[in-house]
Structure formats: structure tokens, C-alpha cells
């Protein structure tokens, strides 16, 4: 298990500063989805980064200082990952999949743009919460 202050320290990093070392975030946005889906999406991520021991047993003699930052990056590379392309892939397919839809049924282009966002926040929110 990580050390839970590294844990917070990277979601910290990651969720409040848009930090992002590893990866280069996409130009824009993945969706014109609410940014509290990638939040919710990032909190399961850190979750699961708080369960995962990154830190091997045979170096636990070294210095706590070590320790800390392996979960730390560990914990900020698990993130970054999760919602830079598995969270970023999934709110992308269903912005595209809901758009072809509603405008295969009818509605019109004008309508759609202008109740995207509401459109896009029950069903994003709920895809983040699987």
C-alpha cells in the first residue's frame, strides 16, 4: 500500500494544478463535458494507487525520503495514465457516440450545441462513477 500523504500529494498535484509530467496533455479538451467527470475519474484512480504497493520490500531498510517519492511518482504516473488516455478515450467515444445519435433522430445542429453541456453531464457523470 502507498503511503497515504504521497497518495494525496499527487492528487493534489494532479487534479488542483492540472500538473502533468509524464504525459502531454491534448490540445483542448476531450469533451465540452463538466470537469468534475475527470475528477471523480481521478479521485478512483488515486484510490486504486493507494491500494497498489509501489514501493518493493527489499528496499524498506533505505530511508523514508525514498519511499515517499516512489509513491508519489508512482501514484502521479497512475493518474496521469488513467484519465490522460483511459478517461480522456471514454469521455471522447461517448461525446461522439451521443452526438451521432441525437443528430441521427432529429435534433437539430443549433439545439444540440446549445444544451451540449447539460446533454453531456448525467451521462459522463454516470460513465465516471463505473
Same mark, same amino acid.
Request: hydrophobic share 55%; proline share 5%; net charge negative.
Given at each position: 500500500? &502507498?503511503?497515504?500523504?504521497?497518495?494525496?500529494?499527487?492528487?493534489?498535484?494532479?487534479?488542483?494544478?492540472?500538473?502533468?509530467?509524464?504525459?502531454?496533455?491534448?490540445?483542448?479538451?476531450?469533451?465540452? &463535458?463538466?470537469?468534475?467527470?475527470?475528477?471523480?475519474?481521478?479521485?478512483?484512480?488515486l484510490?486504486?494507487?493507494?491500494?497498489?504497493?509501489?514501493?518493493?520490500?527489499?528496499?524498506?531498510?533505505?530511508?523514508y525520503f525514498?519511499?515517499?517519492?516512489?509513491?508519489?511518482?508512482?501514484?502521479?504516473?497512475m493518474?496521469?495514465?488513467?484519465?490522460?488516455?483511459?478517461?480522456?478515450?471514454?469521455?471522447?467515444?461517448?461525446?461522439?457516440?451521443?452526438?451521432?445519435?441525437?443528430?441521427?433522430?432529429?435534433?437539430?445542429?443549433? !439545439?444540440?450545441?446549445?444544451?451540449?453541456?447539460?446533454?453531456?453531464?448525467?451521462? !459522463?457523470?454516470?460513465?465516471?462513477?463505473?
Amino acid at each position: 500500500m &502507498a503511503a497515504t500523504l504521497a497518495v494525496v500529494l499527487a492528487g493534489f498535484l494532479h487534479i488542483t494544478f492540472g500538473i502533468s509530467i509524464f504525459l502531454a496533455p491534448r490540445d483542448g479538451r476531450c469533451s465540452p &463535458a463538466p470537469p468534475v467527470t475527470s475528477w471523480i475519474f481521478s479521485v478512483a484512480a488515486l484510490l486504486l494507487a493507494k491500494d497498489v504497493t509501489l514501493y518493493p520490500k527489499s528496499y524498506i531498510n533505505l530511508p523514508y525520503f525514498f519511499e515517499f517519492a516512489v509513491d508519489t511518482i508512482g501514484s502521479l504516473v497512475m493518474v496521469e495514465l488513467a484519465v490522460g488516455v483511459v478517461w480522456s478515450s471514454i469521455e471522447h467515444l461517448v461525446h461522439q457516440v451521443l452526438r451521432l445519435i441525437l443528430l441521427f433522430l432529429g435534433m437539430k445542429e443549433e !439545439t444540440y450545441f446549445l444544451l451540449e453541456f447539460w446533454i453531456l453531464l448525467p451521462l !459522463t457523470t454516470s460513465f465516471s462513477y463505473i
